[in-house]
C-alpha cells in the first residue's frame, strides 16, 4: 500500500541516492566513468527529438527489435505487459485490449494515445484505435517507446494517462531479406516477408504478412442472456460456451527515403470475432471487419537555416468499419420470451477519415536553450454511419428503455429515427512551444505548452514541467509536472437512439494534473534501477448519468472526478555476460471521488520479471513471470473481488540451426492458469472475462 508516509519515505530514498552518488562522484573522474555507466536506451517522444532515455523529461520505456526477440514474444500486448505502470486487460467486444497506466482504466481506453511512427491512430468514433484493433506484427517493429503520464504538452488529445509510440522497420533495420512462418496451437499460423533495397539515394522497405486464429477455447460460463432466461422463462443463452475470439490479419508496408524526404504507407486488414458478444450475450457467428489504410509524408532537414532544424508531416489515416450484411446478433435466436426467433440484430459499422499537416522546428542560437516551436492542423471527419437492424428502441414512461420488433432486417442508416449516429466531423487547429534549458552543468530544465482549438467545444491549454539533475555520474533525479486533456468522442457527443446512453454536444474534455518523483540510479555497470512516484487528480470525467426522470435513460455528463497515487520500481542485473535479469513492481491506489470508494478494475500491484540466458553458442532462452493482484470491483458493483493470477510465458531460441535459419518455440501460459480480466459493472458476464489458457508456437525464420 502506498500511503501519504511512504510518499514522504520515497522522497528520503531519492534524495539519499543521489547524495550517496555525489559524495561518491567528487573523489572520481566522471567522464571517465561516463564510458562505463552510459545510458544506450534513446527515446524520441519524450520532446521530439532522440536523447538518453535516462536524462528524457519523462517517466519512459523503450523495447527494442532485440528486446523482443530476447523475450520470444509474438504479440504487441506481450511486450506491453512488460512495462512498468502499464496493465494490459481486456473490452468484452470483441476483446480489444485495455492499456491501464497507473490505474486509469475504461471500457474503450480513449485515455491512451497510441501512435505509429509518431501519428495519432485515434478513431474519433469512441477514441479508441478502432473496433478491431488486432494488435500489430512485431517482426517489422523496430522499436516501442512508452510514456507513464500526460503528454498533451506534444500531442493534444488523448495523451492523458499514456502514450505509445509504435516505430516500424525502414531499410536501415531489415538490411536484406528475412521470411518466416509460425504454426501453433488454436489453428494459429502466420507468415511474413520483409526486404529492403537501395537504389542511389533511394532506400525502400517492403513487409508483407498474413495470419489467422482461432484465438481463445475458454469457457463463458454465464451471460447477460442467461440472466434474461431467467427473467423470461427461456433457454436461448448461448453459455456456457467459448469466447468468440478469431482473427484474421493481413498487413502491407512501404516505406520509401530520398534525401530529407520519407514517405509510408501501410494497409491493415483485419476480421476479428466478436469476444463474448456486442451486448454481453454470446455471438459464436458474429465477425467485426476493419480496414486502415495509413500514408504519411515526412521532409527533415537538420540546418535548414542557421540555427534551425526543420520538420514537416503531411498525414492520412483512413479507417473502415462498414458491415454490409447481418454480422451481430446482440441476443440469440429465442431471445425476450421468442419475439425473435432469429435473433436481436444491430449491425453499426462507420468509416473515417483523418487527414493531418504540421510543422514544428528546433532553434538552438539561444545560449544553453533549444527552443521547439511548431504548429497543426486535423481534420476528424466520420463521413459514415451505418446500421442494419431488426428493432428499435423505445422510451416506455415509467418503465424506461425497451426493444420493439420491426418487420424484419432495416437498413437504418439514411434513417435519422433509427440511426445510432450520423456523420460528424471536427477540425483541429494548435500550436504548441517548449524550451530545453541547461539552467547548469547538471541541470535541464524542459517547459512546454500546447494550445488546443476544436471547432465542436472549443480550446484548451496544457503545459508541463520536468526538472532533470545529474546528481551523479551514475544518479540522475527527475521532477515533473504536467496537465493533459482527452477530447469527448462522437458517441459521447453524438449518439442517438439509444435512451441507454445518449449523447450530449456540450461535453467538456476530460483533464488531468500529474506530478512525479524519478530516480534512476547505477551502482554498477551491471546494475540498474529506476524508482519513480506519481500522483495524479483527474477532473470532468466523462460519464453516463442518469436523465431527471430515471426512465428515459442515461446522458453523458461531465459529472466524474478521480483521485490516484502509487510508485513504480524497476531493476536489471547482468550477474554475467550471457545473463540478464529484469523486472518491475508497480502498486497504485485509484479513488473515485463522488463514492470515496475504489475507483476499480486496476490491479492495486502488479509484478512483472524476465530472464534472458545465452546458455550455449546458438542457443538462448527466456521466461517471464508477470503476477496481477488487488482488483476491486467499480463503485456499485457488489461481486467478490477479481481474483489474482499469475502467469509464465517460456521460449527458447536456436540461432544458425542450418544455413541462416532461425528457429524457436515458445509456450504462453505455460501452467494453464486460470487468468481472468474483470467485466465492467453490473456484472453482465458475472464470472468475468477468461483470458488464454496454455498455447504453443514453433516459427522458423531464413535471412538472406
Known amino acids: 500500500m502506498v500511503k501519504g508516509s511512504g510518499k514522504a519515505q520515497l522522497l528520503a530514498l531519492s534524495i539519499a541516492l543521489a547524495w550517496s552518488g555525489a559524495t ?113 506484427p512485431l517482426e517489422n517493429v523496430a522499436r516501442i517507446e512508452v510514456i507513464r503520464g500526460p503528454g498533451s504538452a506534444l500531442y493534444g488529445a488523448d495523451a492523458f494517462s499514456g502514450v505509445i509510440n509504435v516505430v516500424t522497420k525502414g531499410a536501415a533495420d531489415i538490411r536484406g531479406t528475412e521470411y518466416g512462418v509460425r504454426v501453433g496451437s488454436q489453428s494459429t499460423r502466420d507468415a511474413w516477408i520483409q526486404t529492403s533495397k537501395s537504389v542511389g539515394d533511394l532506400r525502400a522497405a517492403f513487409y508483407l504478412r498474413a495470419g489467422h486464429t482461432d484465438g481463445s477455447t475458454r469457457v463463458v460460463e454465464k451471460d447477460l442472456q442467461s440472466t434474461l432466461d431467467g427473467l423470461f422463462g427461456t433457454h436461448a443463452s448461448l453459455a456456457p460456451g467459448r469466447v468468440n475470439a478469431m482473427r484474421d490479419a493481413l498487413d502491407a508496408r512501404v516505406d520509401l527515403e530520398w534525401g530529407d524526404w520519407r514517405l509510408r504507407t501501410a494497409l491493415q486488414k483485419r476480421t476479428m470475432g466478436i469476444g463474448v458478444g456486442l451486448a454481453d450475450a454470446l455471438d459464436l457467428d458474429g465477425r467485426v471487419p476493419e480496414t486502415r489504410l495509413y500514408v504519411d509524408l515526412a521532409y527533415q532537414k537538420n540546418n535548414f537555416a542557421p540555427h534551425w532544424d526543420l520538420s514537416a508531416v503531411l498525414g ?62 486535423r481534420l476528424e471527419d466520420m463521413y459514415r454511419a451505418s446500421e442494419i437492424k431488426n428493432f428499435n428502441f423505445v422510451v416506455v414512461p415509467g418503465v424506461g428503455p425497451a426493444l420493439v420488433p420491426l418487420p424484419g432486417i432495416v437498413d437504418a442508416s439514411n434513417n435519422p429515427n433509427l440511426v445510432y449516429i450520423t456523420p460528424h466531423k471536427r477540425n483541429v487547429r494548435y500550436v504548441f512551444a517548449q524550451d530545453e534549458w541547461h539552467l547548469a552543468a547538471d541541470w535541464t530544465l524542459t517547459a512546454g505548452v ?159 520479471a524476465r530472464a534472458d540466458w545465452n546458455l550455449a553458442p546458438s542457443w538462448s532462452t527466456s521466461m517471464t513471470l508477470n503476477h496481477v493482484a488487488e482488483r476491486k470491483r467499480q463503485p456499485g458493483d457488489t461481486r467478490p473481488t477479481v481474483a489474482d493470477y499469475s502467469t509464465c510465458d517460456l521460449s527458447l531460441r536456436r540461432d544458425k540451426l542450418f544455413g541462416n535459419w532461425e528457429a524457436r518455440a515458445t509456450i504462453t501460459n505455460a501452467f494453464d492458469a486460470d487468468a481472468r480480466e474483470p467485466s465492467v459493472a453490473p456484472g453482465n458476464i458475472p464470472f468475468d472475462l477468461p483470458l488464454p489458457g496454455r498455447a504453443f508456437a514453433i516459427q522458423l525464420v531464413h535471412k538472406l
Open 316 to 377: 492520412y489515416y483512413e479507417l473502415k468499419n462498414y458491415v454490409g450484411d447481418p454480422a451481430y446478433k446482440l441476443f440469440p435466436a429465442g431471445a425476450f420470451g421468442g419475439a425473435y426467433p432469429n435473433g436481436v440484430i444491430g449491425n453499426p459499422g462507420h468509416d473515417e477519415r483523418h487527414s493531418n499537416a504540421s510543422i514544428s522546428a528546433f532553434y538552438t542560437g539561444f545560449d544553453q536553450h533549444r527552443v521547439r516551436v511548431g504548429s497543426g492542423y
Open 450 to 608: 500546447r494550445y488546443d482549438s476544436y471547432s465542436d467545444f472549443g480550446g484548451t491549454t496544457n503545459p508541463r514541467v520536468a526538472l532533470v539533475w545529474d546528481a551523479a555520474y551514475n544518479v540522475i533525479v527527475k521532477g515533473i509536472y504536467g496537465r493533459a486533456f482527452r477530447a469527448p468522442h462522437f458517441v459521447e457527443q453524438y449518439g442517438i437512439n439509444n435512451p441507454v446512453n445518449v449523447g450530449n454536444a456540450h461535453l467538456k474534455p476530460e483533464t488531468i494534473e500529474t506530478n512525479e518523483l524519478a530516480v534512476s540510479w547505477q551502482p554498477s555497470g551491471e546494475w540498474r534501477i529506476n524508482l519513480n512516484a506519481f500522483q495524479y487528480r483527474m477532473h470532468d470525467i466523462i460519464v453516463a448519468t442518469p436523465n431527471a426522470d430515471p426512465s428515459t435513460g442515461k446522458t453523458f455528463q461531465n459529472t466524474g472526478d478521480q483521485t490516484g497515487h502509487g510508485m513504480e520500481l524497476e531493476a536489471s542485473w547482468n550477474p554475467v555476460p550471457a545473463l540478464r535479469l529484469s523486472g518491475n513492481l508497480s502498486l497504485q491506489r485509484s479513488t473515485d471521488e463522488a463514492s470515496g470508494k475504489d475507483a476499480g478494475l486496476a490491479p492495486h500491484q502488479r509484478m512483472f
Open 24 to 136: 561518491r562522484a567528487q573523489s572520481t573522474d566522471e567522464e571517465d566513468l561516463a564510458l562505463t555507466y552510459g545510458d544506450r536506451a534513446l527515446i524520441t517522444i519524450a520532446t521530439g527529438s532522440q536523447q538518453p532515455l535516462s536524462r528524457a523529461p519523462a517517466v519512459a520505456s523503450v523495447i527494442t527489435a532485440a528486446d523482443i526477440v530476447a523475450m520470444g514474444a509474438t504479440d504487441l500486448d506481450q511486450v506491453l505487459e512488460s512495462v512498468p505502470g502499464l496493465h494490459v486487460s481486456v473490452f468484452s467486444a470483441p476483446f480489444n485490449p485495455i492499456y491501464t497506466f497507473r490505474g486509469i482504466s475504461n471500457g474503450y481506453n480513449p485515455q491512451v494515445l497510441m501512435l505509429v511512427n509518431g501519428l495519432p491512430i485515434t478513431s474519433v468514433f469512441v477514441g479508441n484505435r478502432g473496433q478491431a484493433w488486432g494488435g500489430m
